[in-house]
């Protein structure tokens, strides 16, 4: 087993136990969706694509008083040091799925009626909490498709390595570690989207790890917003 | 009035208090915040957000261009470069005595014509309905087909109009606006058609930038005029 962390707090990776990886997003990548996004979080490499609102097939899904949401979260063969099967895994459903309703109270639907606004995460690369950085590239994503929203939304995750609670946890301390516990907020709004934990923490624990989640949130909502300003006004605010 | 412009993304809190919320805001208690990337606007009590980006969403008596893609017995079905299908009753060309064993819907328009038509109703529980019963609309006979996003038309509009008349002026186009986003350019000489396409794409490229039709002027070979236009004009 390697040592995931020195005496005086150093993690495995040379991060102090408060600190995120670094992180790159850019918007707008792919000319055929409706917006896109592409974030570097750490080691991961994720891209996101938007396409709608359009029509919904098949027509049975389509709901006559709002628009529908739909999400695939998919890593690419290549994404792993094996070769991953690229059809959808069990895993991988159930991210599709926590993605959707991670996203689903952001985004203003009623305006869209018998249409679905479609997301595509294809992950390039992984390296522990690809969940998170795929969530923060598609709220992105559709910010730039132009898709009214109540918020963005940031996602982060904290957990239990070595005894202390971390923030952003990576592949080694994922695979390791005692906990892990993704979090989605909507910053302004102040909701939590998503909140999954795996992993044992004592209550106290578990109140610092969702402290600490949360505040890696509103750093990579900064994150986001710089990406977003960027592209439309170029040089920041006005 | 002095009008407050701030550019925002979703979820940023515009402002605060007894104001009214317009395009892209919602109110949550007395905040009022935007829902999409754009530049907000607070004007006398309104508020609201010229978005950047999106589809269009068809609104009763926009002019836009449609181009057919199919027909039924009754209608014909409209690509409006939107989310919805639009939807041309056949009485609206043929008129009250249409009967669809004696007229053939393709005579008149065919799969891939452009028509220029207003949309006559949209409620959004059906798909939006086209008229083509006014002036200058109907099939578009000739021209070029231009493509821009549909939240850039008013910027390509100018303030009453100051923009496209800048444009057609200095090339002697005719260019009819959709509020899809489509558009279409008729000229005689093939320069100015080429100028004009120029000069539409770098409105949509730079839309949000000041003074753009001083820049389109200088790009066109106009002399600068007495106007100073705003951002969003």
């Not at chain 2, 999409?36 to 008596?61: C, D, F, M, Q």
């Given at each position: 087993m390697t040592q995931l962390m020195t005496e005086d707090g150093i993690r495995c990776d040379g991060r102090r136990v408060d600190e995120l990886r670094d992180i790159s997003l850019k918007v707008g990548v792919l000319k055929k969706a409706n917006g896109s996004a592409y974030i570097e979080f750490g080691k991961n490499k994720i891209i996101a694509g938007v396409f709608g609102p359009r029509d919904v097939h098949p027509k049975h899904m389509a709901n006559q008083d709002t628009g529908i949401l739909r999400c695939r979260y998919h890593m690419s063969p290549f994404s792993v040091t094996e070769r991953k099967n690229p059809a959808p895994s069990r895993r991988e459903i159930e991210i599709s799925k926590v993605i959707k309703e991670a996203l689903q109270p952001a985004v203003i639907l009623k305006d869209f009626p018998r249409t679905v606004i479609d997301v595509f995460v294809e992950v390039l690369q992984a390296d522990g909490g690809s969940r998170c950085a795929a969530l923060d590239a598609a709220a992105v994503a559709l910010a730039d498709a132009g898709i009214p929203m109540r918020d963005l939304v940031s996602a982060c995750a904290a957990g239990k390595v070595a005894d202390r609670i971390v923030l952003d946890v990576n592949n080694e301390e994922d695979q390791e570690g005692q906990a892990d516990m993704p979090v989605a907020l909507m910053p302004n709004v102040g909701k939590i989207t998503l909140m999954q934990l795996d992993g044992i923490l004592t209550p106290e624990e578990y109140k610092t790890c969702l402290h600490t989640a949360i505040g890696g949130c509103k750093r990579v909502y900064e994150i986001q917003r710089k990406a977003l300003m960027e592209k439309y006004f170029q040089n920041g605010e006005q | 009035m002095d009008v407050k412009r701030r550019y925002v993304i979703p979820g940023d809190v515009i402002a605060t208090g007894p104001l009214r919320p317009e395009h892209n805001v919602y109110q949550d208690g007395d905040r009022?915040?935007?829902?999409?990337?754009?530049?907000?606007?607070?004007?006398?009590?309104?508020?609201?957000?010229?978005?950047?980006?999106?589809?269009?969403?068809?609104?009763?008596?926009?002019?836009?261009?449609?181009?057919?893609?199919?027909?039924?017995?009754?209608?014909?079905?409209?690509?409006?470069?939107?989310?919805?299908?639009?939807?041309?009753?056949?009485?609206?060309?043929?008129?009250?005595?249409?009967?669809?064993?004696?007229?053939?819907?393709?005579?008149?328009?065919?799969?891939?014509?452009?028509?220029?038509?207003?949309?006559?109703?949209?409620?959004?529980?059906?798909?939006?309905?086209?008229?083509?019963?006014?002036?200058?609309?109907?099939?578009?006979?000739?021209?070029?087909?231009?493509?821009?996003?549909?939240?850039?038309?008013?910027?390509?509009?100018?303030?009453?109009?100051?923009?496209?008349?800048?444009?057609?002026?200095?090339?002697?186009?005719?260019?009819?606006?959709?509020?899809?986003?489509?558009?279409?350019?008729?000229?005689?000489?093939?320069?100015?058609?080429?100028?004009?396409?120029?000069?539409?794409?770098?409105?949509?490229?730079?839309?949000?930038?000041?003074?753009?039709?001083?820049?389109?002027?200088?790009?066109?070979?106009v002399p600068a005029g007495e106007y100073n236009d705003t951002i969003n004009d």
């Open positions: - | 009022i915040i935007a829902t999409s990337v754009g530049i907000s606007e607070i004007y006398e009590n309104v508020v609201r957000v010229i978005p950047l980006t999106g589809t269009y969403v068809p609104k009763t008596n926009d002019l836009i261009i449609g181009k057919v893609i199919g027909t039924s017995p009754l209608s014909w079905e409209f690509d409006i470069n939107s989310p919805f299908m639009g939807f041309l009753p056949a009485q609206d060309v043929f008129g009250r005595d249409y009967s669809p064993t004696k007229d053939e819907l393709r005579q008149r328009l065919d799969i891939g014509d452009l028509v220029a038509a207003r949309i006559a109703n949209f409620d959004r529980s059906r798909d939006p309905l086209l008229t083509v019963q006014d002036r200058d609309l109907g099939k578009m006979e000739s021209g070029q087909l231009v493509e821009i996003s549909p939240s850039k038309v008013p910027r390509l509009i100018g303030k009453r109009g100051s923009m496209i008349q800048t444009i057609e002026m200095a090339t002697k186009a005719m260019i009819t606006i959709g509020q899809n986003g489509w558009i279409v350019i008729s000229c005689e000489v093939p320069d100015g058609l080429l100028k004009a396409i120029e000069a539409i794409k770098m409105v949509d490229a730079l839309a949000h930038t000041p003074n753009l039709t001083e820049r389109v002027k200088s790009m066109l070979g």
